[in-house]
């Protein structure tokens, strides 16, 4: 049933031909939009669509183009493959083990340092200012800091008369290792979300509360924590797909300072050995897309539980 | 205000002329980027520029830089562009591309021990000995296993530069407190497996620290240490077609044990090390003996500690010893002019080898190799006679300098040395380890 013209409500208009003023500004707005959907399709749609057809042939980087037709060959490879499953828990193990520190410790430090009214602005950058080195530089000052003997961090313990610790070496620390150095590499980013989300809550929030006899940390339970719902969200997704990428940081700190690689390789580590190292590319495809299709199940998963929950509150 | 936001259509003039500054910016824009798109190389004095890469940082890049300088003093020889570039998979893979997509480097340097992945892959240009010779980097100016070995099918794809092999630094005023020095103040020289642990245990007691010093916790390294004791027992790793293991599992086993015995029985090395941490620890006196290759000289040369080099020992009955040769290669694609221009680059190279020797390194070329000269730098010549006894690594597609069989058998030797496997699992991951590359299908 069509809704009368007369009525200035756009978007309850049921009819099927725009009027042309509306039919103009829909293609200007195209035309705005088609440089950035022509690089997009050029460099993001066409490579997805070419980099399918490489994993089903034994694509080489070397011999430029298709040598022979593998079909599911290189899926079938990679499923009976030991290091393709250890390198995928690697990135799954990385990932349970960096979200939380990174999650919780950028909202205590974001906390802190909303309520420094002195030179608020001097924390702000220090906690933010690892963020912007680059991967390079942090891995080479944390590879110095763990080294055995004579590293600052082994130095100390042996001076508190503790045991050292084989941080890059030893299998169980390594992975703790990575973590360390990614907490203090990316905290900031987080860190920097959070105290945006927590500047936004309106004090008369803080007063009402007070008001009705809530200390501090009843206020941070019932009123900034729930407040900041959407932030943490955005932090919490953003991280998790960040973490699933690992790679620089691990395999700069494997190259250039000793780290243990069989027990921290990430699975992009390893489409990197298998597809640049080995020239095989169409295998190195091959495990890129599974992973894609795992990410994309994280991310659907967790887009319906957070829009429910949205729906709910 | 009003009157900026005319009706749909029309623009007052204030509008326009920012439109026009963005329109100007856009255009700007376009431009330097569309010059900085034309080829950067131009042509210098009629001849072409040259780009060169290659892997050498440390030592031996500031080594390089002075024979660069050289060749851009000579008169009218063409410009040149070096790249460094970080040494193992890294380079390869750059190399490869570069190859690949058409804009390769006109010379680049390459491991001889690569050949069989770049060679057959037909990323380098077959050179024309006559034409070597014509510049006088032919055949008759290098030893004939030397030149051989710079050979795939039948082709030569690569003029050798040097032979770095492993080789045994040992500190002289550790040495000598520790009694291992003969009359002479040399080194007594050390036989078999026993021998050279009482001179680690002898150097460990003096130091406090380790015996000796050696990098585990690298790519590279325990390969090396591993292939130089295998093959002092004849011990062979691929069939000469690369397509069969043809290891002997005793004899593995036998250098695995002898490794772990170095970390976890005695402990006059550290299991932990990596490359960094070991030159440490030998040039601050921290460990008597340093196994690594001979291109760390200049570094300890540099820090004037009492030191010097003598050929690896002899641990289980030959004196072999693993060694790559660095080679100047042509990747494929470069175009005739450009080709002469390199190999004259190449000569000037060659000819300076001997700046190149300082390094530590064998000089592959022979008037250099021969010359009173390197005779006389001490402590290179003294290793310079196991240029015959190296050992290459085996050739395959998936062999050689920083590729994956070697970064993989060294990850299961460094577990080995570390503890967390067993010798005996040790043999079993490196032979499943192989014979997984060997059935991957080869990519060309």
């Known amino acids: 049933m069509e809704a009368p013209q007369e009525v200035a409500r756009p978007t309850t208009r049921v009819s099927s031909t725009k009027p042309a003023a509306r039919r103009r500004s829909d293609l200007t707005g195209l035309i705005f939009l088609l440089p950035f959907l022509i690089a997009y399709a050029l460099f993001l749609i066409w490579p997805i669509i070419l980099g399918f057809r490489m994993s089903l042939f034994n694509w080489s980087l070397v011999s430029g183009g298709a040598s022979e037709f593998l079909g599911l060959e290189n899926y079938r490879e990679l499923f009976g493959d030991p290091v393709f499953w250890s390198s995928m828990w690697h990135t799954v193990l990385f990932t349970l083990l960096s979200t939380p520190p990174l999650v919780l410790i950028a909202l205590v430090l974001a906390m802190l340092v909303n309520r420094v009214t002195f030179a608020q602005w001097f924390f702000r950058f220090s906690f933010f200012a690892p963020f912007v080195l680059p991967v390079s530089v942090v891995a080479l000052i944390w590879i110095w800091l763990f080294q055995p003997g004579y590293g600052l961090i082994n130095s100390y313990l042996t001076s508190l008369g503790l045991g050292e610790v084989g941080w890059l070496t030893d299998e169980n620390v390594a992975m703790i290792t990575v973590v360390i150095v990614t907490v203090w590499w990316t905290v900031g980013l987080n860190f920097v979300l959070y105290l945006a989300g927590l500047q936004e809550i309106p004090r008369d929030l803080y007063d009402a509360s007070a008001v009705d006899g809530a200390g501090a940390l009843a206020q941070t339970r019932w009123v900034t924590i729930p407040m900041l719902s959407r932030t943490t969200v955005l932090v919490v997704v953003l991280q998790i797909l960040a973490s699933l990428k690992v790679f620089d940081q691990i395999y700069v700190m494997y190259t250039q300072g000793g780290l243990n690689y069989p027990v921290t390789r990430p699975i992009v580590g390893y489409v990197y050995d298998q597809g640049f190292t080995s020239y095989r590319v169409g295998y190195g495809s091959a495990m890129s897309y599974v992973f894609f299709v795992i990410i994309l199940a994280v991310s659907v998963i967790w887009f319906a539980v957070a829009r429910r929950r949205e729906g709910n509150t | 205000m009003a009157e900026e936001y005319g009706d749909r259509g029309s623009m007052p003039a204030r509008r326009v002329s920012r439109r026009r500054f963005l329109c100007g910016a856009a255009v700007t824009l376009g431009g330097v980027v569309a010059s900085s798109c034309a080829p950067s190389l131009g042509i210098v004095g009629g001849t072409p520029t040259i780009k060169f890469w290659n892997l050498f940082g440390g030592g031996d890049g500031i080594r390089l830089d002075t024979m660069e300088s050289k060749f851009r003093h000579e008169r009218s020889h063409p410009g040149l562009q070096s790249v460094t570039l970080a040494w193992g998979s890294p380079y390869y893979t750059k190399l490869a591309m570069a190859a690949v997509g058409g804009s390769p480097p006109d010379v680049a340097i390459m491991h001889l021990s690569r050949k069989g992945a770049f060679a057959p892959a037909g990323l380098l240009e077959p050179l024309d000995p006559d034409l070597l010779s014509r510049h006088g980097i032919g055949s008759d100016k290098f030893l004939p296993r030397i030149w051989e070995s710079a050979k795939y099918d039948g082709k030569v794809y690569a003029v050798p530069l040097d032979t770095h092999p492993f080789v045994m630094y040992y500190n002289t005023d550790i040495c000598k407190k520790a009694g291992l020095l003969g009359p002479d103040g040399k080194l007594k020289t050390l036989e078999g497996p026993d021998d050279v642990i009482r001179a680690f245990e002898a150097a460990k007691k003096v130091t406090g620290a380790f015996g000796l010093s050696f990098y585990p916790n690298d790519p590279a390294g325990p390969w090396r240490l591993f292939y130089t004791l295998y093959s002092q027992m004849g011990g062979k790793v691929l069939s000469p077609d690369a397509k069969e293991v043809v290891l002997d599992d005793s004899k593995v086993r036998r250098v695995l044990d002898f490794m772990a015995e170095l970390t976890l029985d005695t402990e006059v090395a550290s299991k932990d090390s990596g490359y960094p941490d070991s030159v440490a620890l030998f040039q601050s006196g921290k460990a008597g003996f340093y196994w690594n290759g001979e291109w760390e000289v200049t570094t300890f040369e540099a820090a004037k500690m009492p030191f010097d080099m003598v050929p690896f020992p002899d641990v289980f009955g030959g004196n072999q010893v693993q060694a790559d040769r660095h080679s100047f290669v042509i990747p494929r694609g470069v175009d005739t002019a450009r080709k002469e221009a390199a190999l004259e680059f190449v000569n000037s190279m060659l000819k300076s080898s ?79 380890g192989l014979r997984t590359l060997i059935e991957a299908p080869r990519p060309f």
């Open chain 2, 354 to 432: 001997l700046t190149w020797a300082e390094g530590g390194h064998i000089p592959a070329y022979q008037p250099v190799a021969t010359s009173a000269a390197y005779k006389k730098l001490k402590p290179q010549s003294n290793y310079s006679g196991v240029a015959d006894d190296v050992v290459l690594d085996p050739v395959a597609w998936f062999s050689g300098s920083g590729s994956q069989m070697e970064i993989q058998a060294s990850a299961t030797f460094q577990a080995v040395m570390a503890g967390e496997i067993t010798p005996g699992q040790g043999v079993n991951q490196f032979r499943s």
